[in-house]
C-alpha cells in the first residue's frame, strides 16, 4: 500500500502560471481534502470532497479549484498562481464519507513558491 | 464559525518532564478530537485521538483529556524524549460539515 501520494514535489511558478497538483489514495477512502500550511497558521482547509462525485469549499477555497476525478483521484488546480498562494500543500484522506469519523492520512506534501 | 484555538505556540521543555498543549473549540457539536505529530519536513501524522463520548484516552507516555462542557482538550506527554521534539496539531471534527478544523501548532523542544 503506497498510502496517499502527492505529484509534484516541489514546484516553482510564476505568477500567472497555472498548474494542477495530483493527488491519489490507495486505502478505498471515500473522502478526500486538500490543505495548505504556512508558518504559524497550522493546517488549512481549501475544499474538500466528502465522497465521490460531490466537492465542498473548506476555509480558504479562493483561488483553487478541484476535481475528484474517481473514488481515488482527487486533483487541486490554481488557475492563475499568485505569490500569497506560496505554500506547503497536503492532500490527505479518510473513511468519514462513510459515516465514521476516521483517521485522516496525509500524503507527503507539495512545496509550491509562486514568484 | 468553527474554530479551534491553541496554546502554547511554542514549548521547550527537560527531558524527563512533562509536556502539556492546550486547545479549546467553539462548536459545542463537535464529537471527535485527534492529535497530529509533524516532524520537521514531514506529513502530519495521527498519534491520539479521543471521541466525545470519552473523557480521558492514554496510549504509553501520552494522553488526552476532554472537557465538553468547557470545550477543551488537552496533550499530555510524561517522561519527555528528544524524539518527541516536533509540532503537534489538535482539531475538532464535526459531522454535519465533514471537515476537520486545526488548531495552529504547538512546536515542542525537548532539550537533553
Known amino acids: 500500500n503506497a498510502g496517499v501520494t502527492q505529484t509534484p514535489k516541489f514546484q516553482v511558478l510564476k505568477t500567472g502560471q497555472s498548474m494542477t497538483l495530483q493527488c491519489a489514495q490507495d486505502?478505498?477512502?471515500?473522502?478526500m481534502y486538500w490543505y495548505r500550511q504556512d508558518p504559524g497558521m497550522g493546517l488549512r482547509l481549501i475544499y474538500y470532497?466528502?465522497?465521490?462525485?460531490?466537492?465542498d469549499k473548506g476555509e480558504v477555497p479562493n483561488g483553487y479549484n478541484v476535481s475528484r476525478l474517481n473514488k481515488r483521484e482527487f486533483s487541486l488546480r490554481l488557475e492563475s498562481a499568485a505569490p500569497s498562494q506560496t505554500s506547503v500543500y497536503f492532500c490527505?484522506?479518510?473513511?468519514?464519507?462513510?459515516?465514521?469519523?476516521?483517521?485522516?492520512?496525509f500524503g507527503p506534501g507539495t512545496r509550491l513558491t509562486v514568484l | 464559525g468553527e474554530n479551534v484555538e491553541q496554546h502554547p505556540s511554542t514549548l521547550s521543555v527537560q527531558e524527563g518532564d512533562s509536556a502539556v498543549i492546550k486547545c479549546t473549540y467553539s462548536?459545542?457539536?463537535?464529537?471527535?478530537f485527534p492529535w497530529y505529530k509533524q516532524e520537521l519536513g514531514k506529513r502530519p501524522q495521527l498519534i491520539i485521538d479521543?471521541?466525545?463520548?470519552?473523557g480521558e484516552k492514554k496510549d504509553q507516555r501520552i494522553a488526552v483529556t476532554l472537557n465538553k462542557t468547557a470545550k477543551h482538550f488537552s496533550l499530555h506527554i510524561t517522561e519527555t524524549q528528544p524524539e518527541d521534539s516536533a509540532v503537534y496539531f489538535c482539531a475538532a471534527w464535526m459531522d454535519s460539515s465533514y471537515k476537520l478544523i486545526f488548531g495552529s501548532g504547538t512546536r515542542l523542544l525537548v532539550r537533553p
Open positions: 462548536d459545542s457539536a463537535s464529537n471527535y
Open positions: 490527505a484522506s479518510s473513511d468519514a464519507g462513510t459515516g465514521g469519523r476516521g483517521e485522516q492520512f
Open positions: 470532497s466528502a465522497s465521490e462525485g460531490t466537492t
Open positions: 479521543i471521541r466525545s463520548n470519552v
Open positions: 486505502m478505498n477512502h471515500n473522502s
